[in-house]
Structures are given as structure tokens and as C-alpha cells.
């Protein structure tokens, strides 16, 4: 007596069909468009040149300001523009806030 494998293979109402793939990579659209390059273009004009000139005053002012001197006397820092942190003051050339 044959195992029960057999026995269901051999069955006349078991049929093979011969099938093919409906989702292969081959037949599917594919889910995105492809990339467009995109490429930065220079930009001219009056506010994009006024842009730069007030950058490079503002990263001047930024850089240059820790090396001015302000003399305020015996005992007082003489950094023109400084922000103490720990002593809660802050020096801005003759103003002194705290």
C-alpha cells in the first residue's frame, strides 16, 4: 500500500496546470518615476548682492568684537563687548547690565 502522498497525487480529480508568473520584476510597472537632476542655479539681483554685503559686515563685527579693549577700570574686565555668564553681567562697551 502506497503513503498518503502517493495516494493524493494518483487521485484523477488532482490536475496540474502549467502556470506563469504574474508579478515578475520583468512584467510590473515600476512605483516611481525616475529622478530629475536638478542643478542650483547662481542667482543675481540687487537683494542677493545686498545679502552678501551685510553677511560679511555682520561675520566682520562677529569676528573683530572679541579683540576690542574697553578700559573700565581697576578690577574690571577690559573686553569692549562681553556676556558673563557666571558673574550675571553683561558688558557692552560703557553699559554694564546686571
Not at 33 to 40: A, D, F, T
Not at 45 to 72: C, N, S
Not at 79 to 91: K, N, S, T
Amino acid at each position: 500500500m502506497g503513503s498518503l502522498l502517493d495516494t493524493a497525487i494518483d487521485a484523477p480529480e488532482v490536475r496540474e496546470y502549467d502556470v506563469e508568473a504574474v508579478n515578475r520584476k520583468e512584467t510590473r510597472p515600476p512605483l516611481y518615476v525616475p529622478r530629475k537632476k536638478i542643478h542650483p542655479r547662481r542667482a543675481h539681483g540687487f537683494f542677493r548682492t545686498f545679502k552678501w554685503w551685510v553677511m560679511a559686515a555682520t561675520l566682520g563685527i562677529y569676528y573683530v568684537t572679541p579683540w576690542l579693549r574697553w578700559d573700565r577700570g581697576p578690577g574690571a574686565p577690559d573686553q569692549a563687548v562681553l556676556v558673563d555668564i557666571p558673574g550675571r553681567r553683561f558688558y557692552f562697551f560703557f553699559i554694564e547690565i546686571w
